[in-house]
Nanobody, 125 residues
């Protein structure tokens, strides 16, 4: 069964850090482009980042640049999103997703087409 499972969310104080994980089962992540997006209650989906399959090129939207880092560990079949300097505005459910079921991040902003159940990140003092 093909599945993506996000984890690593939780409550963190403003200025803190978290590392989210995206573990795959039923397929090998290494060859696929994987993206992260988030959605806060009552708000639209916000795409954050993408890592391409094979060459691991990375791409970031403005809201993630400088604070978030996407990476991959093929041995663990997992993609990560390291987040620093978190702010209350970062509070949301975070999801990882395949991008057009392919290896390229081209078109990732609108191409995320399969994701897990998400993990909740709450930034609050």
């Amino acid at each position: 069964q093909v599945q993506l499972v996000e984890s690593g969310g939780g409550l963190v104080q403003p200025g803190g850090s978290l590392r989210l994980s995206c573990a795959a089962s039923g397929f090998t992540l290494g060859g696929y482009a994987i993206g992260w997006f988030r959605q806060a209650p009552g708000k639209q989906r916000e795409v954050l980042s993408c890592i391409s399959g094979g060459d691991d090129n990375t791409y970031y939207e403005d809201s993630a640049k400088g604070r978030f880092t996407i990476s991959r560990d093929n041995a663990k079949n997992t993609v990560y999103l390291q987040m620093h300097s978190l702010e209350p505005e970062d509070t949301a459910f975070y999801y990882c997703a395949t991008v057009n079921y392919g290896s390229s991040c081209e078109g990732y902003y609108y191409g995320m087409n399969y994701w897990g159940k998400g993990t909740l990140v709450t930034v609050s003092s």
